[in-house]
Structure formats: structure tokens, C-alpha cells
């Protein structure tokens, strides 16, 4: 099972090829919108590759509930938690 | 005036199975060389036709971002590195016009099948729930003129043609016309298909309309020959920059050709299969030779939609006896498909660019393969050999399944 740390860097990867950003400069109090300038088409996007990497499923309701980059590490490794928990 | 503006085309991008760029596909035009081979896109074992005419050594992100190249379906490819080739080609600077007044008109009969296929293993074989989000912007058709305007800045028309296998030749007519008509001064005009896809490919294959010469794939397509038995599958674009006169002769354009003449048209018959006394293709060729404000007598060329199937290249010459009576056998009659295959969207963009490089360049590309007479194919069609000729105004014509017909006419520059 993957740690926290690992969660965040897949998910810094995986924000910094949609938004074409250098991974150095995603941080966790990143806001998605307004720092990573990310649309809701971008977001869905992402949703649908976090989806296919962890092996999750990303609700509409979880999603419109994610700010920063931290949000989304924080709900992957719980989502992930609770699935090897099960 | 409703034709008071002329048209002419300042630029040309071309991808096709024996020449990537305008000047390879040319040169490959003028020597009868065949972009057909045994069928490599995927597994064909049991396919009835093993041939293809596919783009080979074609690196995508030569002509666009690589995050671009990423997004968008094969068809995309094709026309989003036309317009490059295109817009290099017509001196182009898009930064100094008025971007309100360039379109962006394409041709595609199919759209993104490559993604639409494989995203629809997954619904099937997975869950809809795991379709990508990117589905419907990838598949849809009107991907391909959304992504050059996006690219070039173009705020003017945006529009898709779909009619099977006129697609291209309806994109560069009704382009032609909005610029005739004063609704813009230039356009990214053109075609783009990308058919070789497993399912693709075998509706084709079982709609039996494609050429089983698997043991000699260089000569399965072969138009008005006698032993014509299908026509090749092929991919590729063209994309022709045209341009209101005036405006291209204010920033000294390099100019091919005057587009002067297009009419469209259905049989209303069947569809797929053409009618057979070919009525409505005739008519289709009198009504665009009428828009060019000539007589049939004028000319000197038609590049043909002859696709190599037994129905179209009957009916098509039935037609065009029809059309010019008696001298329908002093005129060239050549087919691009016996060298690209049939590139379905694509094919009459690109079959207007070869007519474009033939008036530029004075000279008549054959139709390859052919070797044995048809007694209901006799007109000249350049067996073989292509020959130089002094080409004042040729004619090209574009039939789609569903009888969707097109014909467009250029003429030499006559300023």
C-alpha cells in the first residue's frame, strides 16, 4: 500500500502534466483554481486519471468539495485506506 | 454581384500514404507511385481484404504541441499538420488579419474513430463509469475544425462537413462560396479521415466494397480497369488555404490556382449505390461548369472520383459522356485513388489540391494499374504514365455514399 508521501507526489505528478506546470512548484496549499488556474473541465479530467491510477471511484460531490492540492491527497488516501481497510 | 469576389488558393498541406507534404505527394503523383500495402494497423486475419494506404513514418508532434498531439484522435493529426503545412506554405501570417474573417471549414465523413472504439471496449468490457471524460470532444467530427481554430486563433466559421466520401470536396465548395458571398476573405478549407480502425474497417470490409488483391496490394486499386474489384481503405488530409483575390494579391500570396466553379447535388437514389445512368453526377458537373461561367469545351481535365469499385467507375463515366458528349474522349480522365486509396473525408481535398498542382505545374497525374480495357470504361484515362499538358481549367468530381455529389472547377489565374 502506498504512504501518504507517495500518494501526494503521484498526485503532484499527475496536476503538474495536466496543468503543464513544473511538479517543484505544485504545492499542497495549492489552490486548484487559482493558483493552478484549473477549469472544471481540466478538473474532470484529473478526477477521471486519479481515478484510473488509484483504482478509485471520485464522486461529483467529493470533487466539488476539493480546493487545494492537499484536499485531493488527503480524500486519494482515505478513499485508498478504507478500500485495503475492507 | 453574387460572384463579383474570386477565390484563389494560396497554400496547400497534404498527408497521404506515398507522401507526407505537398512536394513528396506530388512528386510521387506525377511518377504513379502507390501508397498501398498489406494492411499493418492491427490483426486482419479474418478480414476479406488485407490492403491499406496508410501514412507511414508520420510523427505528429513535427507539427503541433505535444500535449495537443496527446489529445486528440488521428483524424485531428492529419488536419491540424495540413494547416501547418498550409498556412507555412501560403506565407500566412494570421497576427496581421482580421481574424473575424478567416474560417475554418474541414470534411470528415467519420470523425475520431480510433478513441470512439477503443473508449467503447471499455463501456462494454468495463463500466461507463470508466469512460474517459475526454469522450465526447475527442469523438465528435467537428474536433477537427474546433482544434485548427484554436490553434491559428481563427474566429471566423467553424464548421464540418459530413457526406461520406465528398466530405472534402463539400468543406472547399461551401468555403469557396461564404468567401464568394463576402461572409469571410480566407479559409483553412479542407479534409481529414483516419479510417483504419478495427471495426471501421470491417464494416467496410462487410459492406464488400473493398479490393481482396491481398497477394499484389500496390495494384488492388485499381480504377476502370477491367478487373477492378473494390477500393482500397486509405487515410490522410488536405488542407487548401483559400483566399479572396484582392487580398492575396495585396500581400503578394504565392497563388496556385482560381477556384471558379462548384455545384452540389443528390441522386436521391440509394445509399450507397450510385444511380446507374449517372444522371445526377452529370448534372452535377453542368451545374459547377455553369458556375464557373464556361462551356463544357473548356475542360482540359478531370481528376475523377473513380473509387475502383465495378458500380461508381461505370456510372461515373456514363456521366461524364453525358456531360460533355463526344468530347469526353479528348479529355484526360485520372483517378488519385489507384495511387491513396480511398481516404473517404479526406479524398476530395485532396484530389482539389491535385488539381491545383497540376494547373500550377502543367501537368496530368495518371491513373496506375491499369491494364485491361473495360468496354463500359473507354475514355482517356492516363494509363500508367502521367504527361505534361497545358491545363487551363479542370474539373474534379466527389460522389458520397447517399449519392452526395460534388463538383468544384479551377482555373489557371487569369487576372
Known amino acids: ?86 | 454581384m453574387l460572384n463579383e469576389r474570386r477565390v484563389v488558393i494560396t497554400g496547400l498541406g497534404i498527408v497521404a500514404s506515398n507522401g507526407v507534404g505537398t512536394e513528396a505527394f506530388w512528386q510521387a503523383n506525377k511518377k504513379g507511385v502507390s501508397g498501398t500495402d498489406t494492411l499493418t494497423r492491427f490483426d486482419h486475419r479474418d478480414l476479406e481484404s488485407k490492403v491499406a494506404s496508410e501514412v507511414k513514418n508520420f510523427d505528429p508532434t513535427e507539427f503541433m504541441p505535444s500535449d495537443v498531439a496527446e489529445r486528440v484522435d488521428r483524424f485531428v493529426h492529419f488536419g491540424l499538420t495540413c494547416t501547418q503545412m498550409a498556412v507555412a506554405d501560403s506565407k500566412l501570417d494570421l497576427s496581421n488579419e482580421d481574424r473575424y474573417r478567416v474560417g475554418s471549414i474541414i470534411g470528415s465523413g467519420l470523425g475520431g474513430l480510433l478513441f470512439h472504439e477503443e473508449q467503447m471496449m471499455q463501456a462494454y468490457q468495463r463500466d461507463t463509469l470508466r469512460l474517459n471524460p475526454a469522450c465526447v470532444p475527442r469523438i465528435t467530427p467537428n474536433a477537427v475544425a474546433s482544434h485548427i481554430a484554436i490553434q491559428y486563433g481563427v474566429l471566423g466559421p467553424n464548421i464540418v462537413i459530413s457526406t461520406a466520401c465528398a466530405s472534402g470536396a463539400h468543406a472547399v465548395g461551401e468555403a469557396f462560396r461564404k468567401i464568394q458571398h463576402g461572409e469571410m476573405d480566407l479559409c483553412i478549407s479542407g479534409g481529414a479521415e483516419a479510417p483504419l480502425t478495427v471495426f471501421t474497417f470491417g464494416a467496410y470490409n462487410r459492406l464488400r466494397v473493398l479490393s481482396k488483391r491481398n497477394g499484389s496490394p500496390q495494384e488492388a486499386s485499381r480504377p476502370f480497369d477491367l478487373n477492378r474489384d473494390g477500393f482500397v481503405l486509405g487515410e490522410g488530409g488536405a488542407v487548401l488555404i483559400l483566399e479572396e483575390l484582392e487580398h492575396a494579391l495585396k500581400r503578394n500570396a504565392p497563388i496556385y490556382a482560381e477556384l471558379t466553379g462548384y455545384a452540389s447535388n443528390s441522386g436521391g437514389h440509394h445509399i450507397v449505390m450510385p444511380d446507374p445512368d449517372g444522371a445526377d453526377a452529370s448534372r452535377v458537373m453542368s451545374d459547377a461548369i455553369k458556375d464557373a461561367g464556361i462551356s463544357s469545351d473548356d475542360i482540359d481535365y478531370i481528376n475523377a472520383h473513380a473509387t475502383s469499385t465495378g458500380a461508381n467507375d461505370r456510372c461515373e463515366t456514363k456521366a461524364i459522356k453525358a456531360a460533355f458528349g463526344k468530347r469526353a474522349y479528348d479529355i484526360p480522365v485520372s483517378s488519385t485513388k489507384s495511387m491513396i486509396g480511398h481516404t473517404i473525408g479526406a479524398a476530395g481535398a485532396i484530389e482539389a489540391a491535385v488539381c491545383a498542382l497540376a494547373i500550377k505545374d502543367r501537368f496530368v497525374p495518371p491513373t496506375i494499374n491499369y491494364k485491361d480495357k473495360d468496354p463500359d470504361c473507354d475514355l482517356d484515362y492516363v494509363p500508367n504514365v502521367g504527361r505534361e499538358a497545358k491545363l487551363d481549367t479542370v474539373l474534379s468530381n466527389s460522389f458520397g455514399f447517399g449519392n452526395c455529389n460534388a463538383c468544384l472547377i479551377f482555373s489557371k489565374l487569369n487576372e
Open chain 1, 1 to 86: 500500500m502506498e504512504n501518504y508521501t507517495q500518494v501526494e507526489q503521484t498526485v503532484k505528478e499527475i496536476l503538474a502534466k495536466q496543468v503543464k506546470m513544473d511538479v517543484a512548484n505544485i504545492k499542497p496549499e495549492s489552490s486548484l483554481a487559482e493558483d493552478l488556474r484549473m477549469d472544471s473541465f481540466s478538473a474532470v479530467e484529473t478526477a477521471f486519471d486519479l481515478e484510473e491510477k488509484f483504482g478509485i471511484q471520485i464522486p461529483n460531490e467529493a470533487l466539488s468539495n476539493v480546493k487545494t492540492v492537499k484536499d485531493i491527497v488527503d480524500y486519494i488516501f482515505g478513499q485508498i485506506q478504507n478500500k485495503t481497510s475492507v
